[in-house]
């Protein structure tokens, strides 16, 4: 089972938080329908935002947002996660593949790409408003990359290891481990102890070919390695891909076309089948329920996008600009 650790070492210098995501980042590929780098690419990424949760979070109603778009073929990738142990997350071009890297391993930095950001959403619940920072890609590999932005947004030196190894058969596209750990050094941390833990970084290899032959606990006693490891969580917590999407929120995204355009759906397929991006599930959604979209609505006169759906949310403000580039006016 997926399932996350927190703990200390170097009495009290150094934080870690480690994760192990096999299970569930098995069931995002398959969502998804992933090619083996793309699900690399999301699989690291959803580790990612379980870990970074538990590193930039304090409630827990709280979500962190994980945004990388590096301008490669795989179009960006995202992930939402909190303290619950719960993430979504998708990739824009789940079929992106590329040859392998020199090295034998998958070329993920090549489908991110490097020529852009990776961006940290941090949403408060239930109000004030969603705290956003950025840095530019180191790599697209993604874990150097969440390094860059602990310390340049956060200023805490952090290492932060990520994968996703896959079974041997590029047919098979099964995740064989999944997870990774962040370790960063706390106020108070001795020169020494890092020199140490830096040692036993270099020294660790690939983050999921131990996990694969270890427990996720002994791949935390490793990383540190005579600096007496505090694990904190006295149970582990338990972790899963779980999307927020539901039949309201589907029909509200139905609203965006327009009553013209859902009656041709009624006409042409008997209905509409919705599918939720974050998360791949598809739901269908019967003409009574289509019919049943009947709350008042402004729309452009010009193109009929929606600008406003009473009770329910307002699309554009006034003083802004439609898409087709009329001025947006709403009634006071």
Same mark, same amino acid.
């Given at each position: /089972? =997926? ?7 170097? &009495? ?39 870990? /970074? ?22 179009? #960006?990738?995202? =992930? ?124 660790? #290899? ?13 791949? /935390? ?13 006295? &149970? =582990? ?27 041709? /759906? ?67």
């Amino acid at each position: /089972m =997926a399932h996350l650790l927190r703990g200390l070492a170097a &009495n009290g210098g150094i934080r870690v938080v480690a994760a192990d995501t096999t299970n569930l980042v098995a069931d995002a590929l398959q969502r998804h329908d992933t090619s083996l780098t793309a699900g690399a690419a999301l699989g690291r990424t959803l580790t990612g935002a379980l870990l /970074m949760s538990h590193v930039l979070l304090e409630s827990a109603r709280d979500r962190v947002t994980l945004r990388l778009d590096g301008g490669g073929p795989l179009g #960006g990738v995202i =992930a939402d996660a909190g303290l619950d142990g719960t993430v979504r997350g998708y990739v824009r071009q789940p079929r992106t593949e590329l040859p392998p890297r020199d090295d034998g391993k998958l070329d993920v930095g090549g489908a991110v790409g490097r020529d852009g950001e990776i961006e940290v959403i941090r949403s408060h619940a239930p109000y004030g408003d969603p705290y956003a920072s950025s840095v530019q890609l180191v790599s697209g590999e993604i874990a150097e990359d969440l390094s860059a932005f602990l310390y340049a947004s956060e200023q805490i030196p952090s290492a932060v290891l990520l994968g996703v190894a896959f079974e041997p058969g590029a047919a098979a596209r099964r995740v064989r481990a999944a997870g990774g750990v962040v370790l960063q050094a706390l106020p108070g941390a001795e020169d020494a102890a890092l020199t140490l833990l830096e040692a036993n970084v270099r020294a660790f #290899g690939q983050f999921t070919e131990r996990l694969a032959a270890t427990s996720l606990l002994q791949a /935390m006693e490793e990383l540190t390695w005579g600096l007496e490891l505090e694990v904190l969580t006295r &149970n =582990a917590l338990p972790l899963s891909f779980r999307c927020r999407c539901n039949l309201v929120k589907a029909l509200e995204a139905l609203s965006y076309f327009s009553p013209v355009e859902r009656e041709q /759906m009624i006409r042409d397929e008997g209905g509409a089948e919705v599918v939720c991006h974050w998360c791949g599930e598809a739901r269908w959604l019967a003409p009574e329920q289509i019919r049943g979209l009947t709350r008042p609505e402004i729309r452009c006169p010009d193109c009929d996008a929606l600008w406003l759906r009473e009770g329910v949310t307002t699309m554009v403000r006034d003083d802004e600009r439609c898409a087709c580039g009329r001025r947006v006016e709403l009634p006071a």
